[in-house]
């Protein structure tokens, strides 16, 4: 039920990780599992790990029991329970000259979890989702992530508490917006602290980013295509502003 219900989760405050992987990044980052579930005659695969994670509850289950238990239809033998950790603005701690992104409205949980990616692929230093349509923990984000969703700092709220944020922090503000003052990509300096802000494939930004934006930039394209995936649009931005602030 947790895997498949988002009220359930929420309202439990716990959710579930599946695969070995995916396990350890949320142990890394301080996730605090209070189930572990393995299936029968794979106890010695994951010894270490029920070590490890003494403090949990510890159950062998049935293959055919963990087949029916399996998001991802027993490929994995390990999944646990995990509880959610809290993503407000007000504990996001960033260093100072933070480079972060920010998502507004994603709505699929594969985009999420290959954005995260990208961002920690990036050596990215936070990730802040306004106005989210999924939940954050939806096993799907989880499993297209590869665990990366626990890496990075997470912050969540509404468009206006993340601009409101964003402005106190003195953040600068890029977004990826088509308007007619916006830069090529490679053309911007990446004045840091900086925040990367994407929208939806479909409709972009809302009003409220594109006048709280600092400066627009877009990726110039052949005329033989109108658009590029999300995840892949922000993998190019991400990776060039990496490239700058190095510089």
């Not at 100072?96 to 990616?117: D, Q, S, T, W």
Request: charged share 25%; with cysteine.
């Amino acid at each position: 039920m947790l895997s498949q219900k988002s009220r359930e989760r929420k309202k439990q405050g716990v959710f579930v990780i599946e695969g070995m992987r995916e396990l350890e990044k949320a142990t890394a980052g301080n996730y605090k599992i209070t189930g572990l579930f393995i299936e029968e005659g794979f106890e010695s695969e994951f010894q270490d790990l029920r070590t490890k994670l003494s403090e949990a509850d510890h159950f062998l289950v049935s293959n055919s029991i963990f087949e029916q238990t399996s998001f991802r239809s027993g490929s994995e033998k390990i999944l646990a329970i995990a509880e959610s950790k809290n993503h407000s603005l007000t504990e996001f701690e960033l260093k100072k000259n933070a480079l972060i992104l920010v998502i507004e409205a994603p709505e699929k949980p594969g985009n999420i979890g290959a954005l995260y990616r990208t961002a920690a692929a990036a050596d990215f230093d936070g990730v802040i989702i306004a106005n989210p349509k999924t939940d954050f923990y939806n096993p799907n984000s989880i499993r297209s992530s590869l665990g990366c969703l626990f890496a990075l700092p997470t912050a969540i709220g509404t468009s206006d508490e993340v601009i409101t944020y964003l402005n106190e922090k003195e953040f600068f503000i890029a977004t990826a917006a088509i308007q007619p003052d916006a830069l090529a990509y490679d053309d911007f300096d990446y004045k840091t602290p900086c925040a990367l802000v994407m929208g939806t494939e479909s409709t972009g930004l809302n009003e409220n980013w594109l006048e709280a934006s600092h400066q627009h930039l877009i990726i110039p394209m052949s005329s033989k295509v109108d658009s590029l995936n999300l995840s892949v649009s922000a993998g190019i931005l991400m990776y060039q502003a990496r490239r700058k602030k190095i510089e």
